[in-house]
């Protein structure tokens, strides 16, 4: 059997594979949109990303023969910050080629490096956090493929189950099929007699998103979303830096905040879905995609769209005037995008314990598309985990660079 090196991410070279990978590992499957190479660095990079504040993170990459055949990131959440019902010590960027041996190795030095800090119970993947990509793809393959949405080959998940990890929790991501006379029907929520005077909606000022809607969707994400699985604050700093990018990617059209009795108490942002414009770069703005890019941008029109970020004051929420406010804003999201002809929107992630959100959706027509799984698994201290490594063809010399 060929040796499996773990190489642990140090200096741009390997960083720049590191994000580059899954592109060249699953070229051409269908369902699989390459990434910007530039966007991925805002993701991973600790000095583009605020998240890496939060925690300690260690980026691995695996090598046989000569050639790169997957990545994983392992990090644990400084003390002060504790994910709500998940582990505190997470995985996530698992990618690899159809082999559990790649697999095996790749996640035993994401649990090593973990247990080292001592890790009882992993979770993941979150890449690199619940408020940016999470889950494993395991239905949904051939879907449309969404931008910030992972893709992952139907052989990952029978691998890590394969390897003892279990499901925490599903994510489930819903598609609106919007016809173009949605937008000529009137509001059914928003108009009725006792919200009318009420309820209002406005748009999100996508041209001074710092200067005060960071601020308010922080504020409303965060109370929102408390107490729900996996939850950790999403930082003003880190929609702050958000905000560089979604003031330009994102039509006036695409973002709604209702107000009720004149305070802000839910917001919603979609995002065209930029897959269109950006998959046939695979993943290079530079020299040139980037002015194809720009011009195709200008001139597109956009068939999907995702809904990126939602929010809604906790204690609205299991009420009849929580329940209104979901629905207008559901209702004129759809609208929306059926004037700027939009046919498909997709919105997620959605536990799919959450009851609550879930039947509204589902009462607009919304339809599982895409199911992605958050795993768990217990990690032992000692369990013969040198013997396991040698027999996987990783040197000790590796191990130790891997996990140090």
């Given at each position: 059997?060929?040796?499996?090196?773990?190489?642990?991410?140090?200096?741009?070279?390997?960083?720049?594979?590191?994000?580059?990978?899954?592109?060249?590992?699953?070229?051409?499957?269908?369902?699989?949109?390459?990434?910007?190479?530039?966007?991925?660095?805002?993701?991973f990079a600790h000095k583009l990303n605020p998240h890496y504040k939060l925690v300690e993170e260690q980026k691995f990459l695996a090598r046989r023969d000569g050639?790169?055949?997957?990545?994983?990131?392992?990090?644990?959440?400084?003390?002060?910050?504790?994910?709500?019902?998940?582990?505190?010590?997470?995985?996530?960027?698992?990618?690899?080629?159809?082999?559990?041996?790649?697999?095996?190795?790749?996640?035993?030095?994401?649990?090593?490096?973990?247990?080292?800090?001592?890790?009882?119970?992993?979770?993941?993947?979150?890449?690199?956090?619940?408020?940016?990509?999470?889950?494993?793809?395991?239905?949904?393959?051939?879907?449309?493929?969404?931008?910030?949405?992972?893709?992952?080959?139907?052989?990952?998940?029978?691998h890590l189950e394969a390897l003892g990890y279990e499901k925490a929790q599903d994510l489930l991501s819903y598609r609106f099929d919007i016809s173009s006379d949605?937008?000529?029907?009137?509001?059914?929520?928003?108009?009725?007699?006792?919200?009318?005077?009420?309820?209002?909606?406005?748009?999100?000022?996508?041209?001074?998103?710092?200067?005060?809607?960071?601020?308010?969707?922080?504020?409303?994400?965060?109370?929102?979303?408390?107490?729900?699985?996996?939850?950790?604050?999403?930082?003003?700093?880190?929609?702050?830096?958000?905000?560089?990018?979604?003031?330009?990617?994102?039509?006036?059209?695409?973002?709604?905040?209702?107000?009720?009795?004149?305070?802000?108490?839910?917001?919603?942002?979609?995002?065209?879905?930029?897959?269109?414009?950006?998959?046939?770069?695979?993943?290079?703005?530079?020299?040139?995609?980037?002015?194809?890019?720009?011009?195709?941008?200008?001139?597109?029109?956009?068939?999907?769209?995702?809904?990126?970020?939602?929010?809604?004051?906790?204690?609205?929420?299991?009420?009849?005037?929580?329940?209104?406010?979901?629905?207008?804003?559901?209702?004129?999201?759809?609208?929306?995008?059926?004037?700027?002809?939009?046919?498909?929107?997709?919105?997620?992630?959605?536990?799919?314990?959450?009851?609550?959100?879930?039947?509204?959706?589902?009462?607009?027509?919304?339809?599982?598309?895409?199911?992605?799984?958050?795993?768990?698994?217990?990690?032992?201290?000692?369990?013969?985990?040198?013997?396991?490594?040698m027999r996987d063809g990783v040197t000790a010399t590796q191990l130790q660079d891997a996990t140090s």
């Amino acid at each position: 059997m060929a040796r499996i090196e773990i190489l642990p991410v140090a200096g741009l070279s390997r960083f720049a594979t590191f994000c580059r990978l899954p592109r060249l590992l699953y070229a051409g499957a269908a369902g699989f949109a390459p990434p910007l190479d530039l966007e991925r660095w805002s993701v991973f990079a600790h000095k583009l990303n605020p998240h890496y504040k939060l925690v300690e993170e260690q980026k691995f990459l695996a090598r046989r023969d000569g050639q790169w055949v997957g990545r994983v990131m392992a990090q644990i959440y400084k003390p002060g910050v504790t994910p709500v019902g998940a582990s505190n010590a997470q995985f996530g960027a698992l990618d690899a080629i159809d082999d559990v041996e790649v697999v095996r190795a790749l996640t035993q030095a994401a649990e090593d490096w973990l247990r080292a800090k001592g890790a009882e119970r992993i979770n993941g993947p979150f890449s690199p956090s619940v408020n940016k990509e999470c889950g494993l793809l395991v239905d949904g393959f051939d879907a449309t493929p969404m931008f910030f949405m992972p893709w992952h080959p139907p052989y990952l998940s029978r691998h890590l189950e394969a390897l003892g990890y279990e499901k925490a929790q599903d994510l489930l991501s819903y598609r609106f099929d919007i016809s173009s006379d949605e937008s000529d029907k009137p509001a059914r929520i928003s108009t009725r007699r006792e919200w009318r005077d009420r309820l209002k909606l406005r748009p999100l000022n996508m041209k001074a998103l710092k200067q005060g809607e960071t601020a308010l969707m922080a504020e409303l994400f965060n109370d929102g979303w408390s107490g729900n699985w996996g939850f950790v604050p999403f930082t003003k700093e880190e929609f702050d830096s958000d905000a560089d990018a979604l003031q330009y990617l994102v039509p006036a059209d695409f973002g709604i905040v209702v107000e009720l009795d004149g305070v802000p108490q839910s917001f919603a942002i979609a995002l065209p879905n930029l897959n269109e414009i950006l998959a046939d770069l695979n993943g290079r703005l530079f020299p040139f995609g980037w002015a194809r890019a720009f011009k195709r941008f200008r001139s597109h029109q956009f068939k999907s769209a995702r809904l990126l970020l939602l929010g809604t004051r906790k204690t609205l929420q299991r009420s009849a005037t929580g329940g209104a406010i979901f629905l207008s804003l559901v209702e004129e999201m759809r609208r929306r995008h059926a004037k700027i002809r939009v046919p498909h929107l997709e919105a997620g992630w959605v536990l799919e314990s959450n009851v609550d959100m879930r039947r509204p959706i589902e009462m607009f027509g919304g339809k599982v598309d895409k199911i992605h799984r958050i795993y768990e698994k217990r990690l032992t201290v000692g369990g013969g985990d040198e013997a396991m490594r040698m027999r996987d063809g990783v040197t000790a010399t590796q191990l130790q660079d891997a996990t140090s």
